[in-house]
């Protein structure tokens, strides 16, 4: 099967008075499904550069924005035909259908798209052992291990691993699927992948999602989550993500990502949160930042905080020149719920505004996607049937850390 490359990056000129000199930025464009907010456009002068940043005012959409941060002009291996493909192709067609082994279906993975509802990965786990390998007609080889591992409290793990690679050893892929499930209602369905071709590019991407009872509200809970990197064979150039969601049954839903990159000489990042409480209270965040090699350093960031009409809305937008120069520009917002909104703000430059006006405040109580909507998104996670539990036997509970730890504690280091 083909497989199309989403190793792209891309890097914006951004406009610029011709008094000064140019350089390459962020692009920041709005997320779909996150409110825009903001002020108006900006331009900064700096001793060399000059930022341009522009806000998306709030009443053009319904939902609160998250800005991403893309730094990146296409890569050589990012054409929407890459070299990928033909590596890729290379695994197919496999043999006569009595005796063929398993279809790659391994790409890279594709940046900024979230975490994926498991019908998109299409697990098929078999129901028996099975320890199989052949060789194709091109001559790449194949493998396909299946089992169980059992243990204590009626754990059960069924699992599937399958991969090949060229005849010359120069590509390769890998793919596991596995759903786990105890006596205490605990139930997992997860994947993991990884490839790299012939010209070094690599990637790796695992996705998970879990069933389970909250240990302290005994609510069900269902928790979603993806990480994703890839790397250039021949560019200082790769990407990484995590993202996770969490939803239980009376409405509390949490989100999250912590995204960075590099492309050459340029490096950035990004964070962004969501935090609903299930009763109207909603807290939502986003921190972004980038910086070159030769010093210079922007970034931007913005966190809003509603209940029942009242709430607030803060931010700042930042640069830094490659001798330490440094402007800022700070603004926030006062919602009191009857229609007035105090808003306030300056800058560096010496500018700087404190007024009150007549605004209609507009925010997301509840999540877009929420816990109906990810019940209905896991019917193969719900339908996992966990072993049958003996009578008189009893489960041993287990008080400690959620599953799905949003943590960054863990990330791996920026791909070099």
């Known amino acids: 099967m083909a497989a199309t490359s989403h190793l792209h990056f891309k890097i914006t ?21 996150r409110a825009a907010i903001g002020v108006s456009s900006i331009i900064c002068c700096c001793s060399d550069s000059v930022v341009s940043i522009r806000s998306v005012d709030k009443n053009e959409g319904r939902s609160s924005h998250r800005l991403r941060v893309q730094a990146t002009p296409t890569l050589p291996f990012a054409s929407s035909q890459s070299r990928f493909a033909s590596k890729q192709e290379k695994f197919s067609p496999r043999c006569s259908p009595r005796n063929s082994g398993p279809q790659s279906r391994d790409t890279p993975p594709k940046r900024d ?7 998109e990965w299409d697990i098929n786990l078999l129901n028996e052992n099975v320890n199989e390998s052949g060789t194709n007609d091109d001559g790449s080889t194949w493998y396909r291990e299946s089992g169980e591992d059992l243990g204590e409290d009626g754990y ?51 996705w998970q999602e879990v069933l389970h009872q909250d ?40 989100k999250g990502a912590h995204k960075y990159g590099r492309l050459n000489e340029q490096s950035w990042w990004e964070k962004w949160g969501e935090h609903y409480n299930g009763r109207g209270s909603v807290l939502k965040w986003t921190d972004k930042w980038a910086e070159t090699e030769l010093g210079t350093k922007w970034g931007d960031k913005w966190e809003e905080r509603f209940f029942a ?14 001798v330490g120069e440094r402007w800022t520009r700070t603004w926030g917002e006062e919602h009191f719920g009857n229609g007035k909104v105090h808003k306030y703000g ?36 719900l339908s996992i049937k966990p072993r049958e539990k003996p009578p008189g036997v009893y489960t041993s509970l287990d008080f400690g850390s959620s599953s ?8 791996p280091p920026l791909p070099q």
């Open 13 to 33: 000129r951004l406009p610029i008075s011709p008094l000064h000199s140019s350089f390459y930025g962020l692009q920041l464009s709005r997320k779909k499904g």
């Open 309 to 322: 009409g009242i709430g607030s809305r803060q931010g700042e937008t930042w640069h830094v020149s490659p």
């Open 113 to 119: 798209t979230g975490i994926a509802n498991e019908k």
């Open 404 to 411: 799905a730890d949003d943590d960054s504690s863990d990330l």
């Open 215 to 254: 240990e302290w509200s005994n609510l069900a809970r269902i928790e979603r989550s993806a990480q994703k990197q890839a790397k250039s064979g021949t560019e200082n150039a790769g990407w990484y993500e995590k993202w996770w969601e969490k939803y239980d049954a009376k409405g509390w839903t949490e």
């Open 346 to 381: 300056k800058s560096t430059t010496g500018e700087s505004w404190d007024i009150v006006v007549d605004e209609e405040t507009y925010y997301e109580a509840e999540p877009h996607y929420g816990w109906a909507d990810v019940v209905g998104d896991s019917t193969q996670l």
């Open 156 to 206: 059960r793990c069924r699992w599937t691993i399958m991969g090949g690679r060229s005849h010359d050893d120069t590509s390769e892929w890998k793919e596991t699927w596995w759903e786990k499930s105890d006596w205490t209602g605990y139930k997992e369905l997860g994947v993991e992948k990884s490839g790299r071709n012939a010209e070094g590019d690599s990637w790796w991407e695992t």
